[in-house]
């Protein structure tokens, strides 16, 4: 075992992995029991109970067992999928060149991953959402976990996910994931990010990663990778993954056009879903509320547009002079969602990079449309959240966080940071965020930093963020 593993098994003094027991045989949900020292006082000392949180970091933190990711984590939920008799096997796409940022099949080595398996989705006719069984009445497995794992009634989580309030992002080919739950009336939940670069890190150095933000509380991860063996990177990171994994599926399109927005389509951007679906991937970033329209209304900005996937798709409508592809197909995308039950962040392509420019036209008109497709995706029985700013100066906070549970239906905020200055991103995270949770809207927050990330960012920022 490496000295690494041994730090990470031994990361927390004075506390200890343990399990819940559900009604069920096959529910075991992870906490972390933490010792508590003795009250003292000059005439007794009283005995604390060790205190019991919330535990993100899957197997890595189990005394006997051994990490392998050329074989990944223990499946967990594959028999609770095959249970419900609507899923079926197939051979599933051929892995190709240019899914690893390779143009040819023989231009270079791409690298090979050891997992084997048939990819599931949902039989013909079928919906295999968490949303779609929530709206027939029924309480799955994954409701009856997490339940257990926030400590209420598996019909609350039932009905909360029936109202598109909260959602359990469980892609059924990701089965190694944990199930955890997003909405307003549950516990607030951290992404971090990960994702290799053109010019840095590898496979390992992203498990790595994967690893310890899992260790230091992540609950979700998103993969955004740019650089080479893409689709290896994701392949490994889901195999090894205890938590949700999501990631933004047009910067891998951008990769296979060589970078060039004008050269975007939609047959190139269906097949990269399909290709991220049935690796596992459990929620997708799409920013289909960049609309040609929209795009002037950015031009007296202070800032512009700052968010990559947004800058791509408002790119792509202005050379063309068409409206975006993916506001065009979304209902198709939704059919594709369904099928494997992967929930949706709509991204917030005009969202602010500056507090010059919060709450400005073109970022309500753009939320205006983001409530839009949540009315279409739920059509679909595909789950929602809503991704949020960005740069929202402390008084504007609330208007904000009104105008996005007003326009999309309550459907879970999952906000970037936010900063409540342009500068200082670390604690003017932290300061926003106190802010925001004294209005029962944010469910996830996705932490900020101003560069790729080394090991030390992740434990910096996930401490910084749980305070």
């Known amino acids: 075992m490496r000295q690494d593993e041994i730090e990470l098994k031994k990361g927390f003094p004075a506390s200890r992995r343990i399990f819940k027991q559900g009604e069920d045989e096959d529910i075991r949900v992870p906490f972390r029991e933490i010792e508590l020292s003795d009250t003292v006082t000059e005439y007794d000392t009283q005995v604390n109970e060790p205190f019991v949180v919330y535990d993100t970091a899957g197997p890595y933190h189990e005394e006997e067992y051994e990490v392998d990711v050329q074989n990944g984590i223990p499946d967990l939920r594959s028999n609770w999928i095959l249970s419900r008799d609507d899923v079926e096997s197939y051979e599933g796409r051929r892995v190709q060149s240019i899914d ?118 992540a609950d979700t991860i998103m993969d955004l990778s740019t650089g080479k063996n893409i689709h290896a990177t994701r392949e490994y990171l889901l195999r090894n993954s205890p938590v949700p994994v999501g990631t933004v599926p047009i910067y891998q399109a951008l990769e296979k056009v060589n970078g060039v927005a004008e050269d975007l389509t939609w047959e190139i951007y269906r097949d990269t879903l399909i290709e991220q679906a049935e690796q596992g991937v459990d929620y997708f970033t799409i920013h289909a509320g960049v609309l040609l329209q929209y795009v002037p209304l950015t031009v007296d900005r202070l800032t512009g547009i700052v968010s990559r996937g947004g800058s791509i798709m408002a790119q792509w409508c202005l050379a063309h002079h068409e409206e975006s592809f993916l506001y065009e197909h979304f209902s198709d995308i939704c059919e594709i969602l369904n099928r494997y039950d992967i929930a949706v962040s709509l991204g917030d392509g005009l969202r602010p990079g500056s507090i010059y420019d919060a709450n400005d036209e073109s970022q309500i008109a753009e939320l205006k449309t983001l409530g839009e497709l949540t009315d279409i995706a739920w059509q679909h029985d595909v789950q929602v959240m809503i991704e949020g700013p960005g740069h929202i100066p402390m008084h504007k906070i609330k208007e904000n966080q009104d105008l996005a549970d007003f326009y999309c239906k309550e459907a879970p905020f999952y906000t970037l940071g936010p900063l409540t200055t342009d500068i200082a991103q670390l604690m003017t995270t932290s300061l926003q965020q106190s802010e925001q949770h004294k209005l029962p809207v944010t469910v996830q927050r996705c932490f900020v930093t101003l560069r790729l990330k080394n090991i030390l960012d992740y434990q910096i920022k996930m401490m910084s963020e749980k305070v």
């Open 100 to 217: 690893n940022g390779f143009k040819k099949e023989g231009h270079k080595k791409f690298v090979e991953t050891p997992f084997k398996y048939q990819p599931k989705r949902a039989q013909d006719g079928k919906r295999i959402t968490q949303m779609h069984y929530a709206r027939q009445g029924m309480i799955t497995k994954e409701m009856k976990f997490v339940a257990l794992r926030e400590g209420v009634e598996p019909e609350f989580v039932r009905d909360e996910i029936a109202r598109g309030r909260a959602i359990i992002p469980n892609n059924v080919n990701h089965p190694e994931s944990e199930p955890m739950i997003i909405g307003k009336n549950f516990q607030v939940k951290i992404n971090a990010n990960i994702g290799n670069s053109a010019v840095s890190s590898s496979i390992e150095a992203e498990i790595e990663k994967l690893v310890w933000a899992t260790h230091w509380g």
